[in-house]
């Protein structure tokens, strides 16, 4: 069974500052996707960053960046030049790249609080 | 259509009640998920459908939950007899099939009392 691993419950960044959020993950497969997800307070959740594990280049979405490493079952989520609008609960998931059943399996999150 | 729509956004009921949610998905999204996410914990898969047919059942989803989808578009997910250990948000979320790259769009989700 496929399982995801956030060993930060917490985490605070200054306003401007940049953050990392850790993740790992254990596997067999050797083809996948891993996202992170962010989640506001009473708000839906959506999604922040995608990684195909058959790409080599990290991902990179404006302020938000990925440090995929396959080999250690890493998957970091860096954010450069924080805003009080990324504090949030974040999660990172992962998912099987199949035809069907393209459920995601949960890290247990990480709450980012921002200052100003 | 804005989004997942879930209903209610909160429910509290007394243990051993009979509760349904609805989730209605995007459109044209073919697939409809529900998760359970408990306080400080990430979403735990409990079902999925593709159209009207449920595909895959977590273990999780005991014998008192049941969840349709009827038409192929709205889901109920439905818990009888409450107990204290069903307290929990309950998500729901969609997704196209036959797309590789289909991102899982979410609901702002149900949260659910049990008293």
């Known amino acids: 069974a496929q399982t995801v691993t956030q060993s930060q419950p917490e985490m605070s960044v200054q306003e401007a500052e940049t953050v990392t959020l850790s993740c790992t993950y254990d596997?067999?497969?050797?083809?996948?996707?891993l996202f992170w997800y962010k989640q506001p307070p009473s708000r839906q959740m959506i999604l922040v960053i995608r990684?195909?594990?058959?790409?080599?280049q990290n991902a990179t979405e404006n302020r938000f960046s990925v440090n995929f490493q396959k080999a250690a079952k890493s998957f970091s989520l860096k954010i450069s030049d924080s805003q009080l609008g990324d504090a949030a609960m974040y999660f990172c998931a992962y998912r099987r790249r199949r035809e069907y059943g393209n459920k995601l399996v949960f890290g247990a999150g990480t709450i980012l609080r921002v200052k100003s | 259509d804005t989004g997942v729509s879930q209903d209610p956004r909160h429910k509290i009921t007394k243990r051993g009640q009979n509760v349904t949610f609805r989730c209605d998905p995007i459109s044209e999204h073919n697939r409809l998920y529900w998760y359970r996410q408990t306080l400080g914990q990430g979403p735990e898969f409990l079902t999925y459908?593709?159209?009207?047919?449920?595909?895959?059942k977590s273990r999780l989803l005991s014998d008192r939950f049941s969840a349709e989808r009827p038409k192929g578009s709205f889901s109920t997910l439905e818990i009888q007899r409450t107990e204290q250990g069903d307290s929990a948000m309950y998500l729901c979320?969609?997704?196209?099939?036959?797309?590789?790259?289909?991102?899982?769009?979410f609901g702002q989700g149900t949260r659910l009392t049990v008293v």
């Open positions: 990684q195909e594990a058959y790409k080599q």
């Open positions: 979320a969609s997704s196209l099939a036959g797309a590789e790259n289909t991102e899982a769009f």
């Open positions: 596997t067999s497969e050797s083809d996948y996707y």
């Open positions: 459908f593709q159209n009207e047919a449920q595909l895959e």
